[in-house]
């Protein structure tokens, strides 16, 4: 089957869209598969990537209300980001069944080749990599799914909450 993938996020360049574009294509997933964009972009931006998002296994829908439904519907979710901190946007992906293909920057709760592919910031090589294992291997895809689906209840707000009350008790121990 052809490899879904989506961004979703502000489209500017701290967010990396403009690697995912280069990856996506340079891959070759973008020959059988669609990579779907959700999100606004900033001023100028979408204009710079005029030629990538015009591609044919590109679709732009802008702000979508529903993420968590067109993450269902998605194989992995790319953020190639360099800078973040920590990826709401991956914890809901993951939630939703949808791999974390992202950069060491995004902040995303996963380990690299147990439920996620995870590429050093600016790695576009790494990257395209990564894309060309995920669509070239459904065995891969489907393992990486089912294991980020099994920890899924570790990325709720009530363990969050636990995570940072175990890490108070550890810092007032000092």
Known sequence: PALR???VGRCEPRKGLHYALVAWVDSGAAE???LTICG???PGYEE????RLA??????KGFVPDVAAVMRESD???LPTVEEGSALVTYEAQASGCVPVVSDAAGARCTHLEDALVHEVGDVAALTEHLRLVAG???LLARLRAR???RRDELTWEQGARDLEGLYRELLAR
């Open 32 to 34: 059988h598969g669609t």
């Open 40 to 42: 606004d972009f900033y």
């Open 55 to 60: 591609h044919p296994s590109v679709t732009v």
């Open 48 to 51: 710079l990537l005029a030629d």
């Open 76 to 78: 992995v979710l790319l």
């Open 5 to 7: 993938a989506l961004f």
């Open 137 to 139: 291997d459904s065995d």
């Open 148 to 150: 980020t689906l099994a």
